[in-house]
């Protein structure tokens, strides 16, 4: 069904757009946005699947259960401003972010849906480099962008560009991750520095002004968390710790297991200038955004396991054991203490305002 | 996995959001952002994947493979303006559009996944609104919205609301539509009146008068779809017409399928209100935007078969036959010709510029 790419007349239809910015027919669905479609999108996505320009794309169910039993299908808006930062930019965010959301549940990332709201005057160039950005990544992370859609709003309707995808994968077949698998004796593990994203946000914000740089984590985790399940396949919980941080993650697992989950200050990875920047701004890091951090729950007698496997991958070589499960007390809904660097403890509880708008 | 919905907490554990606007607060991924999602979209779209709160949804393919051998996954995003018009509202639109693009391709649609941005100070019964006409729509086509994502930008970044949903269903054994396969001979079919939603959000806009009411046309054709797949599984093309209207269907298709097809003007279903405002207004209603019309090319031996079929739906009671498919001209790359109603003919273009902005 989608063997267009293979037509001839593919390659003579294909048209390159010679506006320097982005206007409303863009978004009409008549031939100018056609040809920023093929220009922009399908030339640099790159497969067969989205070249052939049907409104939807299609897999054999029997390809998909060479990967697995069960199907996972996520989607994210990426909003984030600015559209560029260090270490990335809303691109390598729209596809890491629901790569990662795919492989925190076990999932093999397959195909990823890319949906465009663009802010009329947007400079094309703007796109491409988004554009090429989503393909390195996506590449990276060993998933085709299948299957999208572009929207054109007036100026002062949309601040330049809203990025959707959606994402499709194949959960392992050993594999049962869930908020709910935390039990008392299993240990917490983050795979890094916390806090990398929402720093590098406010650097390029001009918020804040570091001695040293920092980048933004952004980036895949799915062959990091593949090696852990090589590991040890039965991780009992797994999230990517993104907007609210560490601390809501954990507060959604110790509420949904109905458990205490106790942390080590002690032990938490923070960048010395991360650290410096919080007290300083007056945040905290455990509710700060990452965009390559997970969150890891494991049996006891795996953590070491797990932490070699994580150690020995780029993407966790900084990997730490920071706390510990307990069973959770009487009629409350599931905690989250922190032992202080100074031998007290405080409640650690969910994000209530917001710390930093529009993160990612 | 996604079985939270039987646990007790999920209950005693569901807040409402007591705000009456929506604040940034909503989209920081904390606390107020999972009242929100709980009081106005879990509530509402009522079903035990999304009550899970996962990051992703997750199916066996066992299950899916019950409706047929291959996934069909598309996305959109809506970003129409007004938010509420006659006949619908972008909460129809953001579940019909989905599920039409998954039937035109001979899919049954089966999950939704429904992400949100949200301008901040939104009111939050505009939320509840739309979210109540979604799943009334959802309901209706036989789908689940089972996984989402809200965010929230600063008043002034977005105009209000803009929802993207992405769908999955599963393609029926015997079914292969493709733009590339109208043959010469082939017969034209559309289900109905066309311009319909364009007219609407014209009214809507208060950009025209009308001396009778018309209403967006705006629903799910699925259970059409799937009669006239009854009727006849060898449809050659079968697509829902959108932005761009009829006349960027059928250019699509000549050109996929390098052959020219001929419209007869006087069988084109048009209401006489919106000949008469496309008249005024100067607009084409060929290019206007319709979100409840398909158009099919079917073999002629199967024509009427199809049309019966058709006019036994609600959705299809003024199905026509509009024209034929011929053999491409030699050296064209397909062409859309119109016989008009003076005998005359003219070519029928892709729309090049932009007609309405913000029509879906």
């Known amino acids: 069904m989608n063997d267009r790419a293979s037509d001839p007349l593919q390659a003579t239809a294909r048209r390159r757009v010679r506006d320097v910015s982005v ?16 220009d922009v999108f399908v030339s ?19 390809d998909l259960a060479t990967h697995g039993d069960r199907l996972a299908f996520t989607t ?6 600015p559209l560029f930062f260090p270490g990335g930019d ?48 996506a590449l990276e992370a060993g998933v085709a962008i299948v299957t999208g859609d572009t929207k054109v709003v007036e100026r002062g309707c949309a601040d330049k560009l809203f990025i959707n995808t959606a994402g499709i994968g194949v959960v392992r077949r050993d ?11 299993d ?10 994203h929402g720093a590098a946000i406010l650097v390029a914000r001009q918020q804040l002004a570091l001695e040293a740089d920092v980048e933004s984590d952004c980036g895949p985790l799915n062959s990091l968390i593949a090696a852990m399940l090589d590991a040890c396949p039965r991780i009992h919980c797994l999230r990517d710790a993104t907007r609210g941080g560490v601390a809501t993650v954990l507060n959604e697992f110790a509420r949904s297991s109905n458990v205490t989950i106790r942390l080590r200050e002690a032990d938490l990875p923070l960048r010395e200038q991360v650290k410096g920047a919080c007290e300083i701004l007056g945040l905290d890091p455990l509710y700060l955004a990452n965009e390559g951090k997970l969150v890891a729950v494991v049996p006891a007698d795996a953590a070491e396991r797990v932490l070699a496997a994580m ?20 009629g409350a809904d599931g905690l989250v203490v922190m032992q202080t660097a ?8 969910m994000l209530v305002g917001e710390q930093l708008p529009r993160i990612c």
Chains 1, 2 share one sequence.
């Open 175 to 185: 594999v049962s991750i869930s908020a709910r698998h935390a039990c008392p004796g």
């Open 342 to 349: 100074f031998g007290g403890q405080r409640i650690v509880d």
């Open 90 to 137: 809303i691109g390598t965010l729209a596809v890491s972010g629901t790569v990662n959301d795919l492989a925190v549940c076990g999932a093999t990332p397959l195909y990823l849906s890319c949906a465009m709201v663009i802010e009329e005057g947007l400079a094309v160039d703007v796109l491409r480099r988004v554009a090429a950005s989503m393909q390195r990544v």
């Open 23 to 38: 206007n409303l027919a863009h978004g009409s669905g008549g031939r100018a946005m056609r040809d920023l479609i093929e």
């Open 311 to 330: 150690r020995a991958h780029p993407a966790g070589r900084e990997a730490a054991a920071i706390g510990t499960v307990e069973t959770g007390e009487l």
């Open 44 to 62: 640099t996505f790159d497969n067969p699947t989205l070249a052939a320009l049907e409104d939807q794309a299609v897999f054999t169910l029997a």
């Open 187 to 196: 240990v917490v593990i983050v795979n890094g520095y916390l806090g990398d």
């Open 76 to 81: 994210d808006s990426y909003v984030v401003d």
